[in-house]
């Protein structure tokens, strides 16, 4: 077992915990003596998540089966941990929806249900819990980005567009809740090996998104590292530092023109 933090004696909240990245950071956190509030739509996968948790890391795993498109999910996540006389130190919002493809082909239903989940809900536990993590010494707030967000990327408009949201608003509330120890970080990973739709839209990000792609597990280790070393932007993976790099470095109308072009020949190719 990792040695855990001697900040945390609350416990560690996390969107979206029954999948992917959620998954793995519940694990990290959880292999850090800290008990876990797992949030996610699938009821059977927190309920294994939970026993493996409470069985392997012998810390408690509270599990809340919400869907966060709806908009009182978040009010009654509050409400869960209120009844169960559990305080928030770490509020990890990692819920999203991905989309690959041309703006055009994915229906209005869709747009609205991708902006809605990758942004509200971060909003709203933000807000709610805010009260809650200034009650301890010190208290952390993970807001799951993406590389994407750090520049506009054809083929993947409102997606990115979402996590330059997110990206934008963690950087901003990080320096005003600095006074209250409260600590903000944003996490903008490149591509993450999660499920066989991920393993889809890196292949359609062609070499540049293999090789600065990592495993989930290996995410959340520089995630949870990153956080409690006091990092504000955390980019996991020496690739997606050195693309970020890269980025920047471009004109923005070169590099949507070399991204853009790239993603179209590969959609067309999967």
């Known amino acids: 077992m990792s040695t855990p933090s001697k900040y945390i004696k609350g416990y560690c909240l996390v969107t979206g915990a029954s999948h992917g990245i959620g998954k793995a950071i519940s694990y990290e956190w959880a292999s850090r003596g800290v008990s876990i509030v797992a949030v996610a739509i699938d009821s059977r996968a927190l309920k294994e998540l939970k026993e493996d948790i409470e069985s392997t890391y012998k810390v408690s795993c509270l599990t809340i089966t919400k869907d966060l498109l709806d908009i009182n999910a978040p009010k009654e996540i509050l409400d869960s941990c209120v009844e169960n006389n559990i305080e928030v130190q770490v509020l990890i919002n990692n819920v999203g929806l991905g989309s690959t493809g041309s703006f055009e082909d994915t229906t209005l239903d869709f747009d609205i249900s ?13 807000k709610l819990f805010l009260p809650v993590l200034k009650k301890f010494e010190k208290s952390f707030i993970l807001n799951m980005s993406s590389l994407g ?5 054809p083929y993947k408009a409102l997606y990115t567009a979402s996590k330059a949201f997110i990206y934008s608003f963690s950087r901003a509330i990080s320096s005003e809740l600095k006074e209250d120890s409260v600590h903000v970080s944003v996490s903008c990973p490149a591509g993450v090996y999660t499920n066989q739709a991920a393993v889809k839209r890196i292949k359609v990000s062609g070499k540049i998104g293999k090789w600065t792609s990592l495993n989930a597990n290996i995410v959340a280790k520089y995630i949870v590292n990153g956080m409690l070393n006091g990092k504000r932007l955390i980019i996991p993976g020496v690739g997606a530092k050195f693309l970020m790099i890269l980025m920047k470095l471009l004109p923005e109308n070169l590099n949507k023109w070399i991204v853009g072009r790239n993603m179209k020949r590969n959609i067309s190719a999967v």
Do not use: A, D, G, Y
Not at 114 to 126: D, G, R, S
């Open 114 to 126: 991708l902006v809605k989940l990758n942004v509200f809900p971060m909003i709203q536990l933000t």
């Open 149 to 153: 967000s750090l520049r506009p990327i």
